[in-house]
């Protein structure tokens, strides 16, 4: 019973770096979300996706990229990594945006 | 500006007591709160719910509590137990509007044994 998956679970990179952070879920949930957690800021939207093949902007979604092109999976790119990417990089997913997130447990990333 | 406020960053309670975490919002537009509970290391897990037709719902040792005139809510945990020590966020959405889940900050609870 796995639920949502988050690889990798550590990762530093050097500025400028690009990466992919790969999130899978087996709940057949429609919405997916990515969201950051800094210090004091509690969890900020990145982006979203409200099924196979959407993707919408969240509160956060400068210098990140997104794609759904399976239900199951969601990924979160970023294509030149600055420090104030470091964060940890949580995923979730719902049956609606009305409904209770099941999370991942995270990817701790760190911008050198 | 933040639409949930968690203003108490940290909160101890000895084992058994009553641990009260509060949660306050701006956007009179939300109608559907979720608390959820997390561990170091792990992900944010769903812990209860309350939806603004109610002023109170409650699942085993868990109550939240909400005034809608004051946009405030609060969690009640009633015994505390030392595995309640995580951080407690509150979240909030306009849902009859589609609107995405607005996460406060969070509140480190301690139950000290």
């Not at chain 1, 950051?36 to 956060?60: C, F, N, W």
């Not at chain 1, 199951?72 to 719902?94: D, H, I, K, M």
């Not at chain 2, 290391?41 to 109170?56: C, H, M, N, R, V």
């Amino acid at each position: 019973n796995a639920g949502v998956t988050q690889t990798p679970k550590f990762r530093v990179l050097k500025t400028g770096q690009s990466m992919t952070l790969l999130c899978a879920q087996d709940m057949n949930h429609e919405y997916m979300y990515w969201y950051r957690q800094d210090p004091g800021m509690g969890l900020r939207l990145i982006h979203y996706s409200v099924g196979e093949g959407t993707t919408a902007k969240g509160e956060v979604p400068d210098g990140y990229n997104v794609s759904r092109l399976k239900k199951q999976n969601f990924l979160l790119g970023l294509e030149s990594a600055a420090p104030s990417q470091t964060s940890v990089y949580f995923c979730a997913s719902s049956f609606s945006t009305s409904q209770p997130q099941h999370f991942g447990d995270g990817t701790r990333l760190s911008i050198l | 500006d933040q639409q949930v406020k968690q203003n108490s960053p940290s909160l101890s309670v000895q084992e058994g007591r009553i641990s009260i975490l509060n949660c306050d919002y701006t956007n009179s537009m939300f109608d559907y709160f979720l608390w959820y509970k997390k561990y170091p290391a792990e992900g944010p897990t769903f812990l209860i719910s309350i939806s603004s037709i109610k002023d109170k719902n409650e699942d085993g040792r868990f109550t939240v509590f909400l005034n809608k005139s004051a946009k405030h809510l609060s969690l009640h945990i009633v015994p505390s137990q030392p595995g309640d020590s995580a951080v407690y966020f509150c979240a909030a959405s306009a849902r009859n509007y589609g609107q995405n889940f607005v996460f406060g900050p969070g509140t480190r609870l301690s139950v000290l044994p």
